[in-house]
């Protein structure tokens, strides 16, 4: 991990010379790699409410993390995420004709909770942190977490892909096949939750939904298959990621929302080349 | 005895799904036999689909379903083939036919690598089923007709012990749909197999089922086509201008 460092820390910007900002620049690039992965079968699952209900619900998992004193509120707050995804995939599965509406009731009452809980124990700057997130908060120990979160994501993502893809194409033809449907639309919700709640933090709780699902949304804008298709989908969300960094760098402005503008500018230059190219 | 027609491939015994607090289906005891074409008919809402995800274990239910094998042990489950009603993702997607095809057939993850050997098994498996030069489609581009016939050949890579069917009629002209029945049919000579499918025509379910089961929240009639289509339940689920003349 050192090598990383003095790597960054020979580049010729002034904004890789500063300890927190090396480990901000490792730290979006780990999760812009696990969000461009994770978007494509979250977008071609149409969970992108699902995913936005998850942030949202970010909010109680800090506020009881900080209540009970867990020593790594992060603990408390994947703790959360996942038991939010297990409940909300429970209540799609269901195929209630109003889901959209339980998982708002679902997002709504866990933000309100959470900020309820937060204004009680902290000042209202500390706590609006949370919602637009803090690049220059990444510590040491969760950039080891973000490392270890990638190699479990790749690690699914090599041996349960295929069986996402059918999954998200159709469920019962899944099922035909002996794919254990639920079982994976579990794993691969709880890797949503883990991968969201890792990066919550800096992105901040009103955006993080954008990192999921805007680089995927502009891939499938151009892709010409599967391949491509998750290929583009990680290349647009690194490079969202590293570029909004620098900009917001030298602009001084929020990181997670300057990473969002450049995801939606090559979301927006996509679609105009795939609605010029298919006319 | 290998492949002998006639022989049970799937009994289901007194089976009934409940969603909720509504029962879908109800007392449904039916045998689906090899080589034979089993068609479900019967008003919308009349249990049709939910039958046959329950045939796929794609939906808890209550009673039986007891699978057998060509030697007449039951096994816990044996090959099965679908053809679904619709695809419910998203169709702009860029999802191609062989992206599908390599998905179901290889461990490889297909996002890093299709291998070539396979991608060449399944171009001639499309070529056979009258969908060559459909591979590097999207799944969102094709006709109704061509997603058809690639689910098709998809369901029956490898072969099946039971192929289920459900509504290939939808978004597929009347010529196209002949077509459909007429492959059908020559599947289950040639492949002796299973056959179950769920139709609204009921002119073609006369010409090629074996055997209709008439739903409405539970089997209202199970017979030959003849048979079904001169009962009154048959009337009244299709009018009585229906029935007859079908036949």
Redesign the interface.
């Known amino acids: 991990m050192s090598a990383v460092y003095d790597w960054l820390s020979m580049l010729p910007f002034d904004f890789t010379q500063t300890a927190f900002m090396q480990r901000a620049f490792i730290a979006v690039v780990l999760s812009s790699i696990m969000f461009g992965m994770i978007g494509t079968l979250a977008v071609d699952n149409n969970m992108a409410f699902f995913s936005d209900a998850l942030g949202h619900s970010a909010a109680t998992g800090i506020a009881i993390g900080i209540i009970l004193g867990v020593k790594n509120e992060l603990i408390a707050l994947i703790a959360f995420g996942i038991l939010m995804a297990l409940l909300i995939n429970r209540v799609r599965s269901g195929g209630a004709a109003s889901t959209d509406t339980i998982i708002s009731v679902f997002s709504s009452t866990a933000l309100a909770v959470g900020l309820l809980l937060l204004s009680k124990t902290r000042s209202s700057a500390q706590y609006s942190a949370y919602l637009i997130g803090d690049i220059l908060s990444v510590s040491e120990s969760e950039i080891v977490l973000l490392v270890f979160a990638l190699i479990v994501v790749v690690a699914i993502w090599c041996i349960c892909y295929n069986k996402f893809l059918l999954i998200a194409i159709n469920k019962s033809l899944a099922a035909s096949r002996g794919i254990k449907v639920v079982l994976f639309e579990n794993v691969f919700s709880c890797l949503i939750a883990v991968v969201v709640m890792l990066s919550i933090k800096w992105v901040g709780i009103l955006l993080i939904n954008s990192m999921l699902i805007l680089p995927a949304a502009a891939a499938r804008n151009v892709a010409r298959g599967v391949r491509s298709y998750n290929l583009l989908s990680i290349i647009f969300a690194t490079f969202s990621g590293i570029a909004g960094l620098i900009f917001s760098w030298y602009l001084g402005t929020a990181a997670g929302a300057m990473i969002v503008m450049i995801s939606a500018a090559i979301f927006f230059s996509t679609f105009t080349i795939r609605a010029v190219t298919h006319k | 005895m290998k492949n002998e027609c006639g022989l049970r491939c799937v009994r289901l015994d007194n089976v009934g799904v409940i969603?909720?607090s509504k029962q879908l289906i109800q007392d449904v005891s039916l045998e689906l036999r090899c080589g034979k074409i089993t068609a479900i008919i019967g008003a919308n809402g009349a249990g049709k689909t939910t039958l046959?995800?329950a045939v796929?274990?794609?939906i808890k239910y209550t009673g039986e379903i007891d699978f057998t094998d060509h030697n007449s042990n039951t096994v816990s489950?044996i090959k099965?083939?679908?053809v679904?009603q619709k695809?419910?993702?998203?169709l702009?997607?860029?999802?191609?036919v062989?992206?599908?095809f390599?998905?179901?057939k290889?461990?490889s993850?297909?996002?890093?690598?299709k291998k070539k050997q396979n991608v060449q098994v399944i171009k001639e498996k499309l070529a056979a089923n009258g969908c060559s030069g459909l591979e590097?489609r999207r799944?969102g581009e094709l006709s109704g007709g061509e997603l058809q016939r690639v689910m098709l050949a998809l369901a029956l890579n490898p072969i099946p012990d039971l192929l289920?069917l459900?509504e290939p009629v939808s978004g597929v002209d009347a010529k196209g749909l002949g077509t459909f029945y007429k492959t059908v049919s020559e599947l289950r000579k040639r492949y002796h197999m299973a056959i179950v499918l769920v139709s609204h025509d009921l002119p073609l379910v006369a010409k090629y089922a074996d055997s209709v089961v008439l739903m409405g929240g539970k089997p209202l009639a199970i017979g030959t086509p003849a048979e079904v289509y001169n009962t009154e339940a048959f009337r009244q689920t299709f009018g009585s201008s229906f029935g007859g003349e079908l036949l």
């Open positions: 969603k909720g046959l995800r796929l274990g794609d489950g099965i083939g679908y679904p695809l419910n993702f998203d702009s997607s860029p999802i191609t062989i992206d599908l390599c998905s179901l290889s461990k993850p297909v996002f890093i690598f590097n799944l289920i459900d």
